[in-house]
């Protein structure tokens, strides 16, 4: 299996528009963070798309992107959907649609917010293709080729979101990028991991967010062999903030890739 961080940054990005802290005006690479999304691929090329940024398109281009086999959406805010019109070119590339999966409730704001993508027309090139895929709600497994996806309740402030754990044979890794609470029953799944990520949005405490201490404490419960930080603002310097991390625990950057064996 194959992780790849497309983007690591929160809702605004960072650098953030009109600021100058030394974060935002940082001349280090990995502190430039587009909007958290991630990249799976199985051993035979199986590719899953976790959400879809605004920046798909530049995070595409950047890691050479070119095959998705399935996306998977934790749940309908713009910073995690509103790329979906670039997967048009995806279209292109594989000649026929993307399926999508999500929550009832998260596909129909896709439905609404790309209406254009399912009105009755000639297929072309200037709308997506889009298969909607909602499933059931009680945690059964997408299944993507070799790869084995399934869909775990979060709390996202007063929102019933989603995360993923991605299965291919062994190979165990989950990743939540918005949440600021994981109920038992998603714990439970949570055992013997090769890779938990999880948001750590900034020091202070956040209503929809782990902080960083509050991200920290959670995965040390969860106990994973590697333990990663996402969705990141810009009051966390790369640098600053991994020398500050207990042993097994990363800060990634966009681009970042993680290859379990």
Not at 57 to 71: G, H, M, N, S
Not at 169 to 178: I, Q
Request: with cysteine; hydrophobic share 35%; charged share 20%.
């Amino acid at each position: 299996m194959r992780l790849t961080f497309l983007g690591t940054g929160t809702s605004h990005g960072v650098p953030a528009i009109g600021c100058d802290c030394t974060v935002c005006r940082s001349e280090n690479p990995r502190n430039r963070r587009t909007r958290s999304s991630l990249y799976v691929q199985s051993e035979t090329g199986t590719a899953v798309l976790v959400d879809v940024t605004p920046e798909f398109r530049i995070q595409a281009i950047a890691t050479e992107l070119r095959r998705v086999d399935a996306v998977v959406l934790t749940h309908a805010h713009a910073d995690h959907i509103m790329g979906i019109d670039d997967l048009r070119r995806i279209n292109e590339i594989q000649n026929g649609p993307v399926p999508i999966h999500g929550s009832p409730e998260t596909l129909a704001v896709v439905r609404r917010a790309f209406a254009y993508a399912f009105e009755p027309g000639p297929p072309g090139p200037t709308c997506p293709a889009l298969e909607l895929c909602p499933w059931d709600g009680n945690g059964s497994a997408i299944e993507v080729g070799d790869l084995r996806v399934v869909p775990l309740p979060c709390q996202h402030g007063p929102f019933s979101i989603h995360g993923f754990l991605f299965e291919e044979g062994p190979r165990r890794a989950a990743y939540f990028p918005d949440c600021n609470g994981l109920p038992d029953t998603t714990l439970r799944e949570l055992h013997d991991l090769d890779v938990m990520i999880l948001d750590g949005l900034r020091p202070q405490p956040h209503p929809t967010h782990f902080s960083l201490s509050e991200s920290l404490e959670m995965l040390a419960r969860i106990g994973a062999r590697r333990s990663f930080i996402t969705h990141i603002c810009h009051l966390l310097e790369h640098e600053a903030t991994q020398a500050a991390l207990p042993e097994g625990c990363f800060v990634p950057w966009d681009g970042c890739v993680l290859v379990l064996p």
